[in-house]
Structure formats: structure tokens, C-alpha cells
């Protein structure tokens, strides 16, 4: 039946502006005010079920640490056995329903992302995550409305592609989903990451366990409830919020698991591997493991760059939502003679930059999102403000008093190993090195060597030899490369996300080579006329 049938051609959805006036605006106001007024209980939902463990946790805002949201229940380890059978059960039907009707759930939640539940989701991304109105309309809504319809499309274009098939033969391949469950992991900082990883597999016949970040339950919570609207039958995603050791404590070490799909920390996605390492003799199945991990994201400025696009791309790439994204900038080369007119430039503009609550529209940046970030990322700047190879140009305060506010800070190293352009900070956080004009090329070296990631990275130059010249040298430096842009923002369905050596897998999220990762092809060759001879003609003679 699915053969005959086309899915809708999907468009990116558009970013809403929030004009002042406007009925968007009024409504996500009202949604704010809501949701700061009501503190909710948030339980596990198991097959459907919705399991309050009493292991209670505080869920704040960022920006007001005082102010609780609610509450949510931590589950316990016979709660991440009790989600692996209730996604085996739901796995018995759901792998056997026709993609189209799998889709269809998905297209119908895209569908209400997009109108009656645009506003929760987006309100949620505020309060829970700290992020401005801009920042979660293009995350919670535009970013995870695209996810779903390009997915389906992109799945659809998967299930058509099969072989050739000569006279008298059939040939065809069935796109199965895993054997057993998927393991979703995602992090605190794009809710569209937490909507994504857990239903990229789902999409393609395959159950989920999904840990969300401790500090996102609340927004996680409410995805849940978005699936449940859209028809999603219980089990097929179960949400299981419990610490880390928990859940992989148990799940890891599981026969039935099937795959990974991780977005976070380095560190963390290396220790699941090692572990599914150790463990490789006792799965059924050899699980695919699918990580996008850390990033140490670059821009690099050439002579001939536009002084004024080079500007704007460190504030947006470095400072928007405090720098808390895997492709922020962080590191950034500028050749000496911009640097002594850009300088002041760059120190203006960081000092203009408006922070504080997100529900005050006029701010650029709100809190870091809880005590520990603002602490690794304030160790950093005390670090730099210490050293005797670098200096703060700009920012360097922090204010833990009502939020976890960090200004954003420059920081300017004399050397172009310096720590802080080396290591992933993920704050608003951003280092600068001055290079000497004619060593050109001998900095595209530096930055290829300096750092253990390759996530994304941008060339500015208008001199298209430059372009050339960085795009070769920087082939494998960035599984994202931007020219003349700022490298954040990737777009699904226009630049597939993803990248590689301690980045990731570079599976790219938003593409169908996400998708080839949760099914299991099985070939299948059907004759019409069998032979009924052994012998072959060659043997007819001597």
C-alpha cells in the first residue's frame, strides 16, 4: 500500500519574528506568564504509564535559580527495566505498522508544533533552558517542526531506493528496524536535539528509551505530551528521567540493545562506547552507536575579509545563547592589520550586548544553565585573567546571585595554544589570536593541528584563493564549513549537522544518512521460474 503513496514535500518552516504587537508575541507572553505562575509535578512515562517514583528533584530556571518550574520524579533502576519491556512490547506492533502510518504520527505532530502547541513549547525552551524568544522559535519550533517532516520525507526516499531486478528475477530489500531498543540521550541545550534523537528511530519502526538532561526534564515533559497528542501508542517512547549511571548501568549492559543515538559531552559518549566494547559478546546484535559530542569551533579571518560580516559572526556565532551550542565560536584568527581596527570594534559591540530574564524581548542573552556550567566556565576566565599569555579584552564578569549570568568575554592570546583555545568551554566565552598577515597559510596549519574536534568552522575572505586555499587545508577540521558565515545555525534539510574526530560519528542529524543507521536491510531475491536442472550448458560436450 505505501508504494502508492507521497508523503507532503516538505519546506522549512518559517522562524516567527515576534514583532512588537504582534499576535505570536502576545501569545508567547501570556504562555511565559503561565507557566512562571504554576510549579507541575513531572512523572516517568513508561508504556504509556506515568510512574511517580517519589525520588523528587527541583526543576529552576536558569535565570532565576530561585524560582521553581515544578518537580520532577527520578527514576530508579527497576524503572529502566521496566521501559526496556515495555518498549520490547511495543515494539511487536509498532516495527509491523506501514511507514506511512508511523509518519503520519510524526507529520501530525509537526503539524501541532507548528499552531496549537508552538507557544508551550517555545515558553517551556525559555523558562527552562534560558533562552530568548529568537532562540527557542528557532529551536523548539522552526528546527523540530523541519526535523519531523524532513524525516518522513527522508525515510520515504530511503524505503524507495532498492535494486535492479533482471528477467525473470525479483529483487528487493526491506528496510527493517533494529532488533531491540534504542538507547536516546540528549543534552540540556536545543530542544529540537531532545524532539529529534529519540523519534529519528522511532520514525523508521524502532522503540526508544530516551534520557533527557537532568536540567531539561521540564521540556522534555512536555514533548511526551506533544507525542501523546499526535498518536503515538504507549511504549514506543518511554521517558525515563534518572541520572546517567542509572540508566546506563542497566541499558548498556542489555542484550536488547540495539543502538545509541547521543548527543553531549565527549567524555561521556567515550565511556558508552567503551562500555558497549566490554559488553559486545553479550548483544544480540552489534548496536549502532550514533554520537554528535564537543566542539572547539573556529573562524578565521583572511586580509581580504569583510570587517563588518567578520563582526557580527563572532557576536551571533560566539554569543548567542551564551554560547551554550556544540557549534558556537569559540576560537578565532585574525590577521594583524584588521585586528588594530577591529579590536575596538569587537570590545563595543560585546559591551552593548543587553542580558537577563528572556522574558524581557530586548535581551541577547540570558543565564548559563546551572552551578556547574557556571563554574567550569568562570574557571576558565579566572584562568585567562591570570595568565600572563593572554588578557580579557572585554567582559569577564560573572553573577550567581539571582542567575548563572556570565558576560560575554574576549579573551586575547599571545599564543595560539593557549588554553582557551584548545578546550571546549561552552559558554560565552570567546578566544582571539592574531596572526602575522603573511603566515596565511601557516595558520590554516595551526587551527587543523590545535584542537581534537571538527565539528564546524568558518572562512571569511573575499580573495576566493583564500576560500580555496582554507576549504582544502581545512577539509577535515569541521563536519560543518561555513564561508562568509557565521558557523551556527545549520538548517535541516539544507546543511546536514554533524562531525567528525573528537566530534562525533558525523552521522548528520537531518539527513536520510541519520536514518540508514536504525534499520537493518534485509535482501530479498524472488524467482519466477526456478530451475529444475543442475547441469549447466557449458557441460554440454567434452
Not at 18 to 43: N, V
Not at 359 to 366: E, S
Not at 459 to 483: E, I, K, M, T
Amino acid at each position: 500500500m505505501s508504494g502508492d503513496m507521497q508523503v507532503p514535500i516538505p519546506v522549512n518552516e518559517p522562524v516567527l519574528p515576534f514583532s512588537p504587537g504582534s499576535p505570536e508575541k502576545t501569545e508567547l507572553k501570556e504562555k511565559l506568564d503561565s507557566m512562571a505562575s504554576e510549579e507541575i509535578e513531572i512523572p516517568a512515562i513508561i508504556g504509556g504509564k506515568e510512574i511517580f517514583s517519589g525520588d523528587l528533584v527541583d526543576a529552576t530556571m536558569p535565570h532565576r535559580h530561585a524560582h521553581r518550574l515544578g518537580r520532577w520524579h527520578r527514576a530508579g533502576r527497576e524503572h529502566v527495566e521496566e521501559a526496556i519491556r515495555a518498549a520490547a512490547e511495543a515494539h511487536k506492533e509498532w516495527s509491523r505498522w506501514d511507514w506511512v502510518d508511523r509518519a503520519a504520527v510524526f507529520l501530525r505532530a509537526a503539524d501541532l508544533l507548528a499552531t496549537t502547541w508552538r507557544s508551550t513549547l517555545n515558553a517551556a525552551t525559555m523558562v527552562c533552558q534560558s533562552k530568548t524568544a529568537h532562540q527557542a522559535e528557532i529551536d523548539a519550533a522552526a528546527e523540530l517542526i523541519d526535523f519531523y517532516r524532513f524525516n518522513v520525507h527522508f525515510a520515504e526516499r530511503l524505503y524507495a531506493e532498492q535494486p535492479l531486478s533482471p528477467a525473470g528475477m525479483w529483487n528487493r530489500i526491506e528496510y527493517r528496524p533494529l532488533e531491540g531498543f534504542v538507547l536516546a540521550v540528549t543534552p540540556f541545550n536545543f530542544t529540537s536535539i531532545a524532539g529529534n534523537l529519540p523519534t529519528a528511530p522511532v520514525m523508521m519502526g524502532n522503540t526508544s528509551i530516551w534520557k533527557c538532561a537532568s536540567s531539561t526534564v521540564y521540556t522534555g515533559y512536555y514533548l511526551m505530551k506533544l507525542y501523546e497528542a499526535a498518536g503515538l501508542p504507549p511504549g514506543v517512547i518511554n521517558f525515563v528521567p534518572a541520572s546517567g549511571s542509572t540508566i546506563s548501568d542497566v541499558a548498556l549492559s542489555h542484550p536488547s540493545l540495539a543502538g545509541i543515538h547521543f548527543t553531549g559531552s565527549t567524555q561521556v559518549f567515550q565511556t558508552m562506547w567503551r562500555t558497549v566494547g566490554a559488553n559486545i559478546a553479550d548483544y544480540k546484535s552489534y548496536p549502532r552507536v550514533v554520537g554528535e559530542t564537543g566542539g572547539k569551533n573556529f573562524i578565521i579571518a583572511h586580509p581580504s575579509a569583510d570587517p563588518d560580516a567578520l563582526l557580527t559572526a563572532i557576536i551571533r556565532g560566539g554569543f548567542e545563547y551564551q554560547g551554550q551550542k556544540c557549534s558556537a565560536v569559540s576560537r578565532v584568527y585574525i590577521p594583524k592589520s584588521m585586528w588594530s581596527t577591529l579590536k575596538d570594534r569587537l570590545v563595543s559591540a560585546v559591551e552593548d550586548i543587553a542580558m537577563g530574564d528572556p522574558a524581557d524581548f530586548r535581551n541577547f542573552m540570558c543565564a548559563v544553565i546551572d552551578r556547574a556550567a557556571y563554574t567550569s566556565i568562570t574557571e576558565y576566565i579566572e584562568y585567562a585573567r591570570e595568565s600572563g599569555n593572554a588578557q580579557i579584552i572585554v567582559g569577564g564578569d560573572a553573577d550567581d546571585s539571582e542567575g548563572y549570568y556570565i558576560k560575554p568575554t574576549v579573551i586575547q592570546a599571545n599564543t595560539p595554544d593557549f588554553r582557551t583555545m584548545c578546550e571546549e568551554i561552552f559558554g560565552p566565552v570567546v578566544t582571539v589570536y592574531v596572526y602575522d598577515d603573511k603566515k596565511w597559510e601557516d595558520t590554516l596549519e595551526v587551527l587543523d593541528a590545535t584542537s581534537p574536534y571538527a565539528l564546524t568552522g568558518a572562512v571569511f575572505a573575499n580573495d576566493r584563493a583564500a576560500v580555496r586555499q582554507a576549504n582544502q587545508a581545512l577539509r577535515h577540521s569541521a563536519g560543518n564549513f561555513y564561508v562568509n558565515d557565521k558557523p551556527t545555525g545549520a538548517v535541516v534539510g539544507q546543511q546536514p549537522f554533524g562531525g567528525g574526530r573528537a566530534s562525533g560519528t558525523n552521522d548528520k542529524a537531518g539527513s536520510m544518512l541519520n536514518l540508514v543507521r536504525w534499520v537493518s536491510a534485509r535482501t530479498i531475491k524472488e524467482l519466477s521460474v526456478s530451475p529444475t536442472d543442475y547441469r549447466y550448458p557449458f557441460m554440454g560436450e567434452r
